[in-house]
């Protein structure tokens, strides 16, 4: 019975749906643990009986729902509803850490929704950062959500509607459903959910392969003033790529510990743990599998977790992780203009102009940001010394974004080719 619920999970990252997130799960934001690892999750049923009309035979409730409740359409209050989707929402915040929040959400992501204000003309700065991370990071089944339409005349709506089009015209989001929706009266929800269960194909998943889990939330969920025998171990919040997780699994994470030694190199230390709970909304679970946003319970000291100290790590199995970067030789391909930035003035200053040596970049791999200085660069080749270590693989794709104007803005992506890593000391287990 697990594995169905799991394997109908289904990630999705939620461009400020704010409005959606309060009025639709606010049990969910009550929990804790959901506000922590900040994001939302949802199942969505239809009905059973085909002649229950669309788009009202398509429905979403909270992820504490039974997974069999009955119809609601007039009519067919008769009928069960069946469960096609557990879907996670992961929340986008406002404005500077944005980038980088999404670019690290965004390796997780099976899908986007890129969410307009219809009472505002698009496209705004931010809807076209939120589109430019969703083309670096390739993702795809997206769905555009026209919100507000209550706020507006139905032509203003037509014809913002032709706006978004030309706006995404030649993109990732070419041809992605417009759902003109309020979130607020909750009107055309159910239509979102149609989308959903259409358009966004639950990915296939590896089980096989030895687990790797991308943590992107951390935390010490111990109270100040515990007794040492209250206390609970540190808690990794994230996704696995591929492979399975069980309870009482040994568990390793790269790069672990890292510290500087007297001559200034890089050394780090994998720690290693123990599974002692998985959980995945309210459940428990005795194993955890792709997709999905889970909860990993260990016997870490949680002054290792405590305030997402732990973000950006790889969680396995031990001793099948991938190697911990400190250079990188990535091809790289530059943005011809800075998105985002409303041009002020002149229009030299939305260019963006070739990688320098020396310079500073951050960069976003996997869920780890990092800063980088540029050491070298030959045409679309360039070598990068990391601030601090990174565990990925060849093949992987980063972001890169340099400050502009006191922001991090992102100037462009590439993909790593080679690098150095760091000596890895053997697990003392
Ligand atoms: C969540 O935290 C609040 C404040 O810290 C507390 O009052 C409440 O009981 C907690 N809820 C759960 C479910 O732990
Ligand atoms: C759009 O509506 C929101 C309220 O939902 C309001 O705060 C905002 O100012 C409106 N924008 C415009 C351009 O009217
Ligand atoms: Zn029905």
């Not at 015209?169 to 055309?188: C, E, F, L, M």
């Amino acid at each position: 019975m697990w594995q169905n619920y799991i394997l109908f999970r289904l990630k999705l990252f939620l461009a400020r749906l704010q409005l959606t997130l309060t009025v639709r799960f606010k049990n969910e934001l009550e929990r804790n643990i959901t506000i922590k690892l900040g994001y939302a999750n949802a199942k969505i049923y239809k009905c059973d009986d085909e002649r229950c009309p669309r788009p009202m035979t398509y429905k979403s409730y909270g992820s504490g729902k039974e997974d069999t409740p009955m119809c609601d359409v007039p009519g067919f209050e008769n009928a069960k509803m069946k469960l096609l989707r557990h879907v996670s929402f992961v929340d986008c915040p406002g404005h500077d850490i944005l980038m980088a929040t999404m670019l690290n959400g965004a390796a997780i992501m099976d899908g986007a929704l890129l969410l307009i204000a219809a009472n505002e003309s698009c496209p705004q700065p931010q809807t076209s950062e939120h589109l430019a991370a969703i083309e670096i990071m390739r993702l795809q089944h997206i769905i555009i959500l026209q919100n507000k339409v209550d706020l507006i005349q139905e032509n203003v709506a037509i014809n913002q509607h032709e706006a978004i089009q030309k706006f995404v015209h030649r993109t990732v989001a070419d041809g992605a459903p417009v759902v003109p929706i309020s979130a607020q009266s909750k009107y055309n929800i159910d239509v979102v959910c149609e989308y959903i269960v259409k358009n966004t194909p639950i990915p296939k998943r590896d089980f096989i392969s030895p687990p790797n889990m991308i943590v992107i939330r951390s935390f010490d969920v111990n109270k100040p003033g515990y007794e040492v025998d209250e206390i609970s171990g540190g808690v990794a919040g994230g996704s696995i790529l591929k492979g399975v997780l069980r309870l009482n699994q040994n568990i390793e994470i790269r790069p672990g510990i890292v510290v500087k030694d007297d001559s200034g190199n890089i050394k780090c230390t994998p720690i290693y743990s123990r599974i002692v709970s998985l959980k995945a909304e309210q459940n428990e679970l005795q194993f955890a599998v792709p997709g999905g946003l889970i909860g990993v319970g260990t016997t870490m000291d949680p002054t290792l977790t405590r305030a997402d100290r732990l973000v950006g790590q790889v969680l396995g199995e031990v001793g099948s992780l991938p190697d911990v970067f400190i250079e990188l030789e990535v091809n790289f391909f530059l943005l011809g203009r800075l998105i985002g930035v409303r041009t002020k003035g002149t229009e030299k200053q939305g260019r963006v102009t070739k990688l320098t040596k020396a310079e500073i970049l951050m960069l976003n791999i996997g869920s780890m940001s990092t800063g980088a200085r540029v050491i070298a660069v030959k045409n679309d080749l360039a070598k990068l010394q990391l601030t601090s270590p990174v565990c990925t693989s060849k093949g992987e794709k980063i972001a890169l974004s340099r400050r502009v104007d006191k922001h991090w803005r992102l100037i462009g992506w590439g993909q790593i080719q080679a690098g150095i890593t760091l000596d890895i000391p053997p697990c003392p287990l």
